[in-house]
């Protein structure tokens, strides 16, 4: 089966990642339908502006037909799908996403970049890097871009970057989704503990990680962080060419972050030291397609980030406000850490549960003293998302127990209180969340 076929029905079309790839094979001239259960911003006014918003909503087994080319099956659907079911029953061919991904790339050059962290961000310097320096490449990332139109680019470009994650690939197919891709060369910023809902135990984790790694030849490469005892474990197992990467030395302030290089200073705009690590495997990638040293950091200068990763979004003589995609421990401890030593004065960090392992009362002690750099922490969960995940529920008085030094809230009138005065105040803000806070008011002109 060709993916040149001309029609494509996307089951489960509302999904951040699954919508722009909808839209991108629109773009491409192939005839494409979709359904969903349910559809929010911005899926709902992209698919709209590209006209392929379903006309109705809800899954409906009498629009799977012969007619159909082939189904891309997102990780939203469950077995039981009655579309699903349908497009068994007739024989059409069915793929995952990561599977149509992998043949689309087949004749390209993959770049995979995988790890617990970072890997968005890492992702998207790669992009920019190669944008400025007018490399023709196709992408997959996991959050929008600036300068990119879609997170998903599919054309005839020689090169393709992936942001590999190690979430499942559909429900037929449980295995991690990079697994699809074999690159040529990788990036793994690191392993540390999530996704417990499909990976329950630790090793299990690692497991998957291990099985990506063995998904490269031996004359393929991967690059990994050297501060990461477990990959370090692993990589003294593979016959396939690795190179670890470190830290490199940095001064950050408010003005910004730089770093000298062989005598060159340059000037950029991220913080903190996690984005430092992230940017030097970026340059190690880009150096293996022939992009020097100074050409890429030069180009790198005026990367500000990927949409809600590290998000400046208020700024005035006597303080920031930040908002992060963080969610996991490891991620907390990083953006917390970075811009404490960035911005002088108070800092007020506020993080929302609302992942399916931050929710999970076993996860949860993982996050102890994630949050410490800040003066003031603050976790916020609502009772609602419970019965809403269909989780059994924790009290505060665990949840703070497992973050050390906290303050539980469960009431978005008082989030929004605690936050204003620390604002009024002056103190520097950070809110991290991969949820919306119930609706929460956390920022003011």
């Known amino acids: 089966m060709s993916v040149k076929s001309k029609r494509i029905h996307v089951i489960a079309i509302g999904g951040a990642i699954m919508h722009n790839l909808a839209i991108a094979l629109s773009n491409r001239k192939y005839t494409v339908t979709g359904s969903d259960d349910a559809i929010y911003n911005p899926a709902k006014a992209n698919l709209e502006k590209a006209g392929l918003y379903p006309k109705t909503i809800g899954w409906h087994a009498d629009s799977i037909t012969t007619a159909i080319d082939f189904i891309i099956l997102g990780m939203h659907a469950r077995v039981n799908n009655p579309e699903l079911i349908r497009a068994q029953e007739l024989g059409l061919s069915i793929l995952s996403f990561p599977e149509f991904i992998a043949l689309e790339a087949k004749e390209k050059k993959r770049i995979v970049v995988a790890g617990s962290h970072g ?15 007018n490399r023709d490449f196709d992408y997959v990332v996991g959050s929008s871009i600036e300068g990119f139109d879609l997170s998903v680019k599919l054309s005839d470009a020689p090169l393709i970057i992936i942001e590999g994650d190690e979430y499942l690939t559909s429900p037929l197919d449980l295995r991690s989704k990079f697994l699809w891709y074999q690159p040529h060369v990788s990036i793994i910023t690191g392993i540390a503990y999530d996704h417990i809902n499909v990976f329950p135990t630790w090793e299990l984790y690692v497991g998957t990680f291990k099985a990506f790694i063995e998904t490269h030849r031996d004359d393929n490469k991967y690059f990994w962080y050297a501060g990461d005892e477990t990959l ?128 999970t009362k076993d996860f949860l002690p993982h996050y102890i003293d994630s949050m410490n750099p800040a003066d003031k922490a603050v976790v916020f969960f609502s009772e609602g998302v419970f019965e809403h995940k269909k989780m059994p529920s924790l009290s505060a008085e665990y949840v703070a127990e497992c973050f050390g030094d906290v303050d539980v809230i469960t009431d978005k009138n008082l989030l929004e209180e605690v936050v204003r005065k620390k604002y009024v105040a002056g103190a520097n803000v950070l809110l991290m969340s991969s949820g919306t806070f119930s609706g929460a008011t956390l920022t003011w002109d």
């Open 119 to 133: 890997k968005t961000t890492t992702t998207a310097m790669i992009m920019h890097v190669l944008s400025k320096r």
């Open 232 to 359: 370090a474990e692993l990589s003294k197992n593979t016959t396939v060419t690795n190179e670890q990467y470190d830290t490199p030395k940095y001064v950050s302030d408010k003005s910004g972050t730089r770093l000298t290089l062989e005598g060159v200073q340059y000037t950029l705009n991220i913080v903190g030291k996690h984005n430092l690590e992230n940017l030097r495997a970026a340059e190690l990638v880009c150096s293996e397609i022939g992009i020097s040293q100074h050409e890429f950091y030069t180009a790198a200068a005026d990367f500000s980030g990927a949409g809600r990763r590290m998000e400046k979004i208020i700024e005035n003589s006597k303080q920031v406000v930040y908002r992060d995609f963080a969610h996991s421990p490891s991620k907390l401890r990083a953006t917390t850490a970075a811009i404490k030593e960035t911005y002088e004065g108070d800092l007020l960090a506020v993080f929302e549960l609302h992942t399916f392992s931050s929710l």
